[in-house]
């Protein structure tokens, strides 16, 4: 919650203003109860009308201004809470873009979704019900229960103590009850979302092998958990929005009470009215309480369990030789991966290393490309040991095609420009040339204005490992590293493939990870080496 509060002073200024035009709504409801009270006993009492002209006119202009004051109090408060809202956003983005899976804890897609989604969503409640209405509260309270005493002491003391309690007593009371409540709604909003995001992207699978209606079965689950959460909370909430109409009437009625005999007749019911108006003004803090546990939970989530960004580092030298000395690396330090690897690649060199599935090719490639950091031993990168070096500069001189590859639901151009953002149209077509794919680009309706849905669901994983290819092509790094790029190719295209690929990195460094040793045959790598 520090955190949050101390990403609100670039905004500070708007929340002012906000809870200023806040208050003014509140206090216009107050002063209103009291004018239009005050002009209809006065009119009972049948004067002339210029001694009513003066509440006439007060009616109509707190009517307005009230409606004004509040138009401009939501215009504000909700600008400056949706500013604050991307900011966190952005923010999160920008803490979790530069990590890799271990140092994200292997957090599900649907999860990182809930935490920059429907968490960040939830804090606005922090503003729009806590922090403001707080400031109004204190202020409408002070001048209502200065309004009463100015009349009758012990009516006003009844009002001091009204509000304290529908203030202060209920919302703490509320907040206790609600704490746990809240929490576990968040858990089981997150766990809901990330089973759908997981159900929805694994469709294919999951009705390929049957287990739809596992995956259904299990989402049902959850929506029962979310509903009884969110019963449980509603009716909290009656009760809380009962015992602050109790505690609003009883002011009413004290007032009234208490002020028969030691006030005028035309002032009865104004102050009556205006202590119950009052309460307005404190309803949003027992609402605030009873989410005080939802908010906290979604702070938690999004800033507490959130890795801090790495240092940046050095830039990267002009040299561009790989050397890696008895590294070890393992997700299970128990469990080595790769262990006591030593190896040399002067820059140029065309490399191969072979090695069977699970063997470690994917985690040398993290390591290479300074998305891991080994456990022990070190890798430099032109003599310079890669954990002093900036990991976005070290990427920067990198064309890497992993063996997962992603690709956006944007157009193709846009998916292959990724590499290169300033790239022309020429030079896109070029790359897609090299990586082969220009053909089946350009037989679409579209051509390279053609959309490949969510990860590139309209193109086989042949022609989506070729796209990604591309990307590499056009990013035209002085090292590049492809992680096994003709596995989902057939062997004719395979081979042509592999031989713009050598064609294209002649003066630069190569190295390809393979699975298979006959996939390196017929390509005059320098070296292959066996993991």
């Known amino acids: 919650m520090h955190t949050l509060f101390e990403l609100m002073r670039p905004h500070l200024r708007r929340f002012v203003v906000a809870a200023a035009f806040g208050a003014l709504t509140i206090l216009a409801s107050v002063f209103l109860a009291v004018a239009s009270s005050w002009l209809i006993a006065m009119a009972a009492l049948r004067p002339s009308i210029a001694d009513l002209s003066l509440g006439i006119v007060g009616v109509r202009g707190l009517g307005v201004g009230r409606a004004a004051f509040r138009y401009l109090e939501r215009l504000t408060g909700h600008e400056a809470t949706f500013r604050l809202l991307a900011d966190l956003r952005v923010r999160f983005y920008q803490r979790i873009e530069p990590l890799n899976g271990l140092q994200l ?24 019900r806590a922090v403001g209405p707080f400031a109004v509260a204190v202020l409408v309270g002070i001048v209502t229960s200065a309004l009463v005493l100015s009349f009758n002491l012990a009516a006003g003391l009844t009002v001091v103590i009204l509000l304290i309690l529908g203030g202060l ?9 609600a704490r746990d409540l809240g929490r576990g709604v968040v858990a089981r909003r997150a766990d809901l979302t990330t089973d759908t995001v997981e159900l929805v992207q694994g469709m294919a699978d999951a009705l390929a092998y049957g287990v739809q209606g596992a995956h259904l079965s299990r989402l049902s689950q959850h929506v029962g958990q979310v509903r009884e959460a969110e019963v449980r909370l509603a009716n909290l909430d009656g009760w809380v929005n009962g015992l602050s109409a109790l505690l609003s009437g009883a002011a009413l009625v004290g007032v009234l009470g208490l002020t028969v005999g030691s006030v005028g007749g035309v002032w009865l019911a104004a102050l009556a009215l205006a202590a119950q108006a009052a309460f ?26 959130q890795p801090s960004p790495p240092a940046h580092g050095l830039g990267v030298p002009t040299a561009f030789g790989l050397q890696l000395e008895r590294v070890l690396f393992g997700y ?50 032109g003599g310079q040991d890669l954990r002093t ?56 309706p579209a051509g390279y204005e053609s959309f490949l849905g969510e990860g590139g669901a309209k193109f086989s994983g042949g022609q989506r490992q070729r796209v990604a290819l591309a990307r590499v092509f056009l990013r035209d790094a002085p090292i590049w590293v492809l992680d096994e790029p003709t596995a989902a190719l ?42």
């Open 389 to 444: 070096l900036d990991p976005d500069a070290v990427r920067a001189v990198m064309g890497v095609l992993p063996q997962r590859m992603h690709l956006f639901n944007t157009t193709l151009g846009d998916n292959i420009r990724l590499a290169r953002p300033d790239a022309d149209t020429e030079q896109v077509i070029q790359a897609a040339q090299r990586a082969h794919i220009h053909e089946a680009i350009a037989a679409l």
């Open 169 to 177: 007593v209920v919302p703490l009371w509320a907040h206790g009850r």
């Open 105 to 128: 804890g292997q957090r599900h897609t649907g999860d990182l979704l809930a935490r920059v989604m429907a968490d960040v969503e939830t804090l606005q409640n922090v503003y729009l």
């Open 332 to 381: 299970d330090p128990r469990v080595p991966v790769i262990r006591d690897l030593t190896l040399d690649i002067p820059h140029g060199q065309h490399l191969a290393i072979v090695s069977p599935s699970g063997g470690g090719k994917s985690t040398l490639l993290a390591l290479l490309t300074a998305l891991s950091t080994p456990q022990q031993g070190c890798i430099r990168l």
């Open 490 to 531: 057939d062997h004719a295209t395979a081979a042509q493939v592999m031989q713009s690929v050598k064609q294209a990195a002649h003066g630069r460094t190569l190295i390809v990870l393979l699975h298979d040793e006959a996939q390196a045959e017929g390509i005059a790598f320098d070296r292959v080496i066996r993991l």
């Open 280 to 305: 307005e003004a404190f309803q949003p803090l027992t609402q605030a309480a009873q989410q005080w546990g939802t908010t906290e939970a979604a702070a938690h989530r999004l800033f507490d369990a």
